[in-house]
């Protein structure tokens, strides 16, 4: 009967992790390929705190993770004390410059803003495990990984919000033991 107990218990990452099924997808951003236009427009269109950044929206392997707000201020200084800098601008987190053409507007390069080990769990990591990596690190959010690819997000409310409908469910919840 305890093991049984235990596995009822088992919230996994995947099951807290944003976007749920039917939501809009994963903002992210890549790494190379996107122009100033794109990113301030993206940052228009959402509300997140953050934004992960990936290798291509093909290959959706984890590089790092950038603030909104280090993103705002970083694409407003570059529009007003870059020499040059245009909407078609390229916006590039990576640390060797992709080969341009001489006439291309210059780039917009933030790999300084990028956190480059953001924390991650995989889908299978327990949430009980989750919560307690927030506690002890003090995280505001983790990303999820499965094989190597980013699958999604879980930020400090998704898991408050996760505990309590836990705690309406079941108060003995194992996840306020
Ligand atoms: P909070 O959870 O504190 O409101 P956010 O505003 O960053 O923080 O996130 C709001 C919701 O959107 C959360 O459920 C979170 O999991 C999800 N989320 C956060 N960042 C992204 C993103 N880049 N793409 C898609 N969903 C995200």
Known sequence: LEAKE??????????VMRPRRG???????????MTV?????LIADTTYSGFPVVISQQSPRLVGFVLRRDLVISLENARRNQEGVVS???????ECDPPMSPSAPPAVKLRSILDL?????????P??????????????????????RLLGIITKKDILKHMAQMANRDPDSILFN
């Open 117 to 125: 080990s953001p924390f991650t769990v995989t889908v299978h990591t």
């Open 6 to 15: 235990e596995f009822r218990h088992k919230t996994l990452a995947t099951d």
């Open 37 to 41: 236009e794109e990113v301030e427009r």
């Open 88 to 94: 078609m601008s390229p916006i590039l987190f990576t």
């Open 23 to 33: 939501d809009p997808l994963l903002s992210v951003l890549t790494e190379s390929g």
């Open 127 to 148: 949430m009980e495990i989750v919560v307690d990596i927030f506690r002890k690190l003090g995280l505001r959010q983790c990303l999820v990984i499965q094989n190597g």
